[in-house]
């Protein structure tokens, strides 16, 4: 595999393509596209992201990039509800186990990619980065979420920036925690 800053160089080409915009070669499949990187690398990913956010543009006027950062939509998602501060009390409370059980139904995967919809509704990028995995987990698992988009997505392209391994059948959160197989999304770039 080529080494983390080779691949990064990558993207702006590639997000900025023809194929890519349009979806060729995915045989009617859904847009969805993994960047997978070592979890250690997140500070260098997050700012290869805004870098992407400002350049995009730059080589293409006619592209948006709405970028998605799944740990602060959950906080707002919850401070709106008017569960944040009842949540933050109950887990200092009762502990982690206990507040993760709480949060499952309002939480729930189905509820969350609702809210994305409306969100990619309202702005009408060209594209979707899905952020900040890693600090939404164990309060979000991304299979589910990605499942729960697909019916919702249309043709718009969504990029996920996985810290962890996604080998194009089965994520595994920080290279160590396995999720369920997900076989929809396409590798970015190798």
Do not use: C, W
């Amino acid at each position: 595999m080529s080494s983390l800053t080779e691949r990064l160089n990558k993207i702006l080409d590639r997000l900025t393509s023809d194929d890519f915009l349009s979806g060729s070669g995915l045989g009617n499949e859904i847009p969805f596209h993994a960047f997978d990187y070592p979890p250690q690398q997140e500070l260098a990913v997050r700012d290869h992201i805004r870098f992407l956010e400002q350049q995009i543009p730059r080589k293409r006027q006619e592209l948006s990039v709405l970028n998605i950062n799944l740990f602060d939509l959950v906080v707002t998602y919850l401070q709106q509800r008017g569960l944040f501060d009842k949540a933050v009390e109950m887990q200092t409370n009762r502990g982690n186990p206990f507040i993760l059980d709480k949060l499952k139904a309002p939480l729930d995967a189905t509820k969350l990619a609702k809210v994305i919809h409306e969100r990619i509704q309202e702005v009408q990028p060209s594209m979707v980065f899905l952020t900040g995995i890693g600090t939404a987990f164990p309060l979000v698992r991304t299979h589910t979420l990605l499942n729960s988009l697909q019916p919702l997505m249309g043709q718009t392209p969504l990029v996920l920036f996985y810290p962890g391994e996604y080998d194009g059948q089965a994520l595994r959160l920080f290279g160590l925690l396995n999720e369920r197989a997900y076989y929809r999304a396409f590798r970015l770039v190798d």
